[in-house]
């Protein structure tokens, strides 16, 4: 592993460490609490079933009804009829009341006539009989224990945070009892309690309780308790206590993880058995509430429709009916995921509707584990991806790895119920992706710095800017690769620079090699060197070229180009009209930084090197601006050359054709393909020692071209081979011994 790797790996590491304390409860972050309870609210709402339950119905104690039925709470003779209502003529299952009656009714007349039975009329036997009769008719509390009576009715009470409290009545009998359940689970414990009148919790069915400790940090009901300890016994919610009702079975049962015989506390709770349905809980025995909807979720009816009968019974046969009240002065309204004003009554029914439909989600103890899992492989894929792309495909990779992580949750959440927090994933990913891309900005910034400083001599500012997008891929460590190579001269500079002053000199050479080097660069040259009057660039490195054969064939043919505009206006100040000899080859060679330690340079080595540098010696020799080499030619298939000859340099042993070029194919005229025709059956000649066809075909050459030397050099070499046959097993091959 590279040093850069493994120190972004450490980078990451400091950012996994909050992270997976927080995950594994060690050190809890309020902001990463705060993101996971926006994700699960952002989960929730996007997967609410957005339908109605109508087995569970709502009587709602709303504002019209308070305005036609009279101020809540009302008398119990009401209650009672209102009961008698919704069994006798709705025929409803199951009724839960969302309410507490924990005093006597203060309407009844009963205490009255009870303290005159005691005192001045006790003595009036006609008015202690006639008591008895009222008794039965003013007894409003015994008429509503008698509605409650036989029937699935649940009455609420509450437990208290606050021991200073004194436990008001008494609670019914516990759904577990200390020796039932005898486990070590730390349920949210009661230290005082508000029940309803014993009569009610006699008749009553079940009781239940209707707060919840179970609040998040920021008072949002996402969670409720289904049970709750007082002394060590267990009592159950009212949502829980009417499921039963509705279920015909209060018998609660505990499953662990590691079975009946296993440890039996909170860390291994699993679930709650009720009837033939399983309730996912956590180690409180809280439940995350199923919401359905922020609103039409369960029928709604006014209570006053019940009274004045314009109810519809069908919304009720055979339905849970729950009492509650929206009416803003009861302050019965909750702050949900769903909505800012929920009513109490619509949690219960939203919990009672998720465990009939097993739709209560799970958020067990091993989703840290899940969660860790995720952390880490984000960590490592994170890195690998900031470290190894540029920055468009590393942010679409990211976002990928943000879409596979969202949608595997969300496929968990959907499928399996599982709650697996998903804000921490995120916002480590983010993290990840931010302080890499930081440090990755800053690194290519240094990377373009050291870039600039070792190539800016040597490439244009466009190529080094190109090479700063990926700086990590260039160096100067020598490497062997196939390129092309290219040495000017000027022809004749030493009696140039005789011929003028030194300033004059000076200004000359600044303006021949300033276009020279701008038309290098401009075909993605890399100067290697000026020697004078003479430069050295080659194609192909540091930056890739494909073309460098063809972009360094063109550029000698625009600097020929260049040069007799230049040589005009140079003729015109009164300088020398200046001429220069190309050399180009193709082939394998060494490119790096290479020198001494007190001096180094980035340049190129091998025998095509070499060459190239013979080949522009030999320009002068053949009367050509430019000489190619053959690998040269092999790799410009657009460019049109005629072949100079096939010579043997000075230094090498195997023969290599020589060419110089006559531009693109396309431009060529007709004059200079009569020339190539012409000129191949003249070599074809020659080289077959056929001197007669041979001579005749150079001399209608020189005569259609005599300014090119080549023709002339041929003619020559007839005229010898003539007086001085060449030895046996002539190849055509010319030896040059000079450089």
């Known amino acids: 592993m590279s040093l850069r790797l493994l120190l972004r790996f450490v980078t990451t590491l400091v950012i996994f460490v909050p992270f997976y304390l927080h995950a594994t409860g060690v050190r809890h972050s309020v902001v990463l609490e705060s993101l996971e309870a926006s994700s699960y609210d952002a989960r929730l709402i996007m997967t609410l079933p957005n339908s109605r339950d109508d087995r569970i119905v709502i009587v709602d104690i709303d504002e019209r009804t308070m305005q036609e039925q009279g101020q809540w709470p009302w008398g119990r003779d009401k209650l009672a009829n209102f009961v008698d209502l919704l069994f006798d003529d709705y025929n409803i299952d199951v009724l839960g009341f969302d309410a507490i009656f924990p005093e006597p009714d203060g ?25 008895g009769e009222l008794r039965g008719r003013y007894d409003f509390d015994r008429m509503f224990a008698e509605s409650l009576k036989g029937r699935k009715t649940v009455v609420g009470f509450s437990f208290n945070s606050d021991e ?45 309780f209707i707060n919840n400790q179970s609040l998040d940090f920021d008072g949002s009901f996402r969670r409720a308790s289904l049970l709750q300890s007082w002394n060590g016994d267990w009592y159950p919610s009212l949502a829980l206590a009417v499921t039963g009702l509705a279920l015909d079975s209060m018998e609660l049962g505990l499953v662990f993880f590691s079975g009946a015989d296993g440890a039996r506390d909170g860390l291994d709770l699993e679930w709650l058995t009720l009837g033939s349905k399983i309730i996912p809980v956590d180690e409180s025995a809280t439940v995350l509430v199923p919401y359905r909807d922020d609103e039409n979720s369960f029928p709604v009816v006014s209570a006053t429709d019940v009274f004045t009968k314009e109810a519809r019974p069908y919304i009720f046969e055979g339905a849970i009916v729950l009492v509650g009240t929206s009416a803003i002065g009861l302050r019965d309204m909750r702050v949900t995921p769903v909505s800012e004003n929920f009513s109490g009554v619509q949690v219960q029914a939203s919990i009672i509707s998720g465990i009939l439909d097993g739709r209560i989600k799970h958020s067990p103890r091993y989703v840290q584990g899940v969660e860790v899992v995720t952390l880490i492989l984000l960590a490592l894929l994170g890195t690998l991806v900031m470290v190894r792309m540029q920055l468009v495909p590393a942010t679409l990779s990211m976002l990928l790895l943000a879409t596979i992580v969202f949608a595997v949750n969300l496929q968990l959440w959907s499928k399996t119920n599982l709650v697996v927090p998903l804000a921490s994933s995120f916002a480590f990913l983010f993290l990840i992706y931010l302080v890499h891309m930081i440090l990755s900005y800053f690194g290519e910034t240094r990377g373009r710095r050291q870039l600039s400083a070792r190539f800016g001599e040597y490439i244009p500012p466009e190529l080094v800017e190109e090479m700063g997008r990926n700086p990590g891929a260039f160096n100067m460590e020598s490497s062997s690769k196939v390129m092309t190579v290219m040495f000017t001269d000027v022809r004749g500079f030493t009696g140039i620079a005789e011929g003028l002053e030194p300033k004059e000199l000076s200004q000359l050479m600044n303006e021949y090699l ?75 060679m060494r490119v790096g930084d290479m020198g001494s330690q007190f001096r180094k340079a980035y340049t190129v080595m091998g025998d095509s090197v070499n060459l190239a540098s013979r080949l522009e010696g030999l320009t002068k020799h053949y009367g050509v601006g430019i000489a190619v080499s053959e690998l040269t030619v092999n790799d410009t298939p657009t460019i049109q050359y005629i072949e100079l000859d096939r010579v043997r340099v000075k230094g090498k042993d195997e023969s290599v054709a020589i060419f110089t070029p006559l ?18 059956n003249a070599l074809r000649a020659y080289r077959s020692q056929n001197w007669d066809t041979a001579e005749s075909a150079f001399f209608q050459l020189q005569q259609t071209f005599p300014d090119e030397l080549v023709y002339e050099i041929y003619l020559d070499r007839i005229t010898h081979f003539r007086r001085e046959a060449p030895p046996e097993g002539w190849d055509g091959v010319f030896t040059h011994n000079k450089k």
């Open 107 to 131: 309407r009844s007349i009963l205490p009255i006539l009870d303290n005159l039975a005691a005192g001045a009329l006790a003595d009036d036997e006609i008015f202690i009989e006639r008591l």
């Open 663 to 680: 531009g693109t194919k396309n431009e060529i005229t007709s004059q200079q393909k009569m020339r190539l025709t012409l000129h191949k």
């Open 164 to 208: 200073s409290v004194v436990p008001t009545n008494s609670l019914g009998p516990p759904i577990l009892t200390r020796e039932q359940h005898h486990s070590d689970i730390r349920l949210h414990e009661g230290l005082s309690f508000t029940a309803s009148l014993p009569m009610f919790v006699e008749s009553a069915a079940a009781s239940g």
């Open 514 to 588: 300033t276009p020279m080097t701008q038309i290098i660069h401009r075909k993605r040259g890399t100067i290697d060197k000026y020697m004078g009057d003479a430069i050295m660039a080659f194609w192909g490195a540091p930056l890739d070229d494909d073309n460098h054969a063809q972009n360094a064939v063109e550029t000698g043919l625009d600097m020929q180009a260049a040069l007799a505009k230049l040589r005009e206006e140079f003729v015109r100040r009164g300088w020398p009209g200046i001429s220069i000899g190309v050399g180009i080859s193709s082939g394998e």
